[in-house]
């Protein structure tokens, strides 16, 4: 699962990469996705919202085993 994460993942990084971020996947424990935002992301304060609206959003439409992502 942890492939199929990273590659649906690649789809998103171009957009996070435009606006000076990046993510960066850490781990996938039971549906849950542990990821890393950097760079202009790690400190932005619509970050949350990235993450939950558009990371987590095309990563379950993508992978239905995906519970959430998180952040650590």
Known sequence: MKENVEKALQK???AL???G????LIDV???IVKVRLTGA???CPMSQMTLKMGVEKV???QLPEVKRVETV
């Open 12 to 14: 998103i990084r171009p």
């Open 17 to 19: 990469q435009a606006d």
């Open 21 to 24: 971020g990046d993510i960066e």
């Open 59 to 61: 990563l379950k439409e």
């Open 41 to 43: 992301c790690g400190g």
């Open 29 to 31: 424990v039971d549906g």
